[in-house]
């Protein structure tokens, strides 16, 4: 059975960093590529970052770009380094894997092995 776990995130305070961290885990289990996204009270998910099975390639949203930094370190793990924290970034954070799409890809319908979600709050 896969696993996919979210740690990290908690309180930030504005202008701060977060981290995230992901893993995988399941018997014979390989993601291919992996991302992020994230859902705010009342509204509908969006992608954050994503990176390809070998980390060579990666995917940002408008929203994060110049602030995050998406890292792969083999191939069950993954890292989102959040740089300048805005409220706006306040969500329930979700790690994705996919067994289907090598490339990095903002769109949730590559990915089919998601995590329970973890909550960033920003303060501001």
């Known amino acids: 059975q896969v696993q996919v776990v979210e740690s990290g995130g908690g309180l930030v305070q504005a202008g701060g960093s977060l981290r995230l961290s992901c893993a995988a885990s399941?018997?014979?289990?390989?993601?291919?590529?992996m991302g992020w996204f994230r859902q705010a009270p009342g509204k509908e998910i969006e992608p954050v970052a994503a990176v390809s099975w070998h980390g060579s390639n990666t995917y940002y949203a408008d929203s994060v770009k110049g602030r995050a930094t998406i890292s792969r370190y083999n191939d069950n793990t993954m890292v989102l380094q959040m740089n300048s924290a805005k409220p706006q970034d306040t969500a329930i954070y979700y790690c994705a894997t996919s067994t289907t799409t090598v490339n990095a890809s903002g769109s949730s319908r590559n990915y089919d092995h998601w995590g329970q979600g973890i909550q960033v709050t920003v303060s501001s």
């Open positions: 399941g018997r014979s289990f390989t993601p291919l590529a």
